[in-house]
């Protein structure tokens, strides 16, 4: 029987908190997590840490409702999870080096709200674009958090890149060895294409060396076995 879980925190020991959910509530959902006192401590990170975790454990990224309730303060503050989400991406950006990031956390935001694409060229532009967009568009629930990074358009070009090439790394952790085949096919494919809308995605996937050479793919080793051993 799966449970939904909620947290009261009150200044609670942060250890004993994530042991009681790993030892008792691994498999139940957070779906509320309450503060009762007027202040978001230095221990809030590790709160949406455990969260961040427990959406991993149950396969279910939906953000938690989560409140601030004490004496003088009422208030609804779930939007907090998007930006320490946001800031796992951005931080593993700027530490990027053209290369794919095994960072579990990054792993496991990029993946989430996973959603089945066909392999063909039109339909991963499409299924690219409508990630991409969380970031770009204004109704995109990571938008205001890249416009506060005041990036120029060659620094949001490559971010956009790192984006793409990691969400495109994250169908490894999807599909299974038939459908790997298909998708080298593809990447290989829009490599040789001179066609200017496959650019960005071409862009991406060269950068990033999603694609070393003709039938051959880069295996994500590292994010395999981060999920084998959750």
Not at 169 to 195: F, H, M, P, Q
Request: aromatic letters at 12%; glycine letters at 0%; a negative charge.
């Amino acid at each position: 029987m799966t449970l939904n879980l909620k947290i009261c925190y009150w200044e609670y020991s942060i250890s004993e908190i994530r042991d009681i959910i790993t030892d008792y509530f691994k498999n139940s959902k957070i779906t509320d997590i309450t503060n009762l006192t007027d202040n978001l401590d230095e221990n809030w990170n590790d709160i949406l840490s455990i969260s961040l975790n427990n959406s991993i454990s149950n396969n279910d990224f939906s953000n938690p409702k989560i409140e601030i309730i004490s004496r003088s303060v009422n208030k609804n503050i779930s939007e907090i999870s998007n930006k320490y989400n946001f800031k796992i991406i951005i931080d593993n950006f700027n530490k990027s080096n053209n290369e794919i990031i095994d960072d579990p956390n990054l792993i496991s935001i990029i993946s989430q709200d996973f959603s089945s694409v066909n392999f063909t060229t039109h339909e991963l532009l499409i299924w690219i674009m409508n990630y991409v967009e969380i970031f770009t568009t204004s109704r995109g629930k990571f938008f205001i958090y890249l416009e506060n990074q005041n990036f120029n358009e060659q620094k949001k070009k490559l971010f956009v890149n790192f984006v793409i090439a990691h969400k495109i790394a994250s169908l490894y952790l999807n599909i299974n060895s038939e459908k790997e085949l298909e998708l080298v096919t593809l990447l290989n494919n829009i490599i040789d294409s001179r066609d200017n809308i496959n650019k960005l995605i071409k862009d991406s996937i060269t950068k990033y060396g999603l694609v070393q050479n003709n039938n051959s793919n880069y295996y994500y080793d590292n994010y395999n076995n981060y999920y084998i051993n959750i």
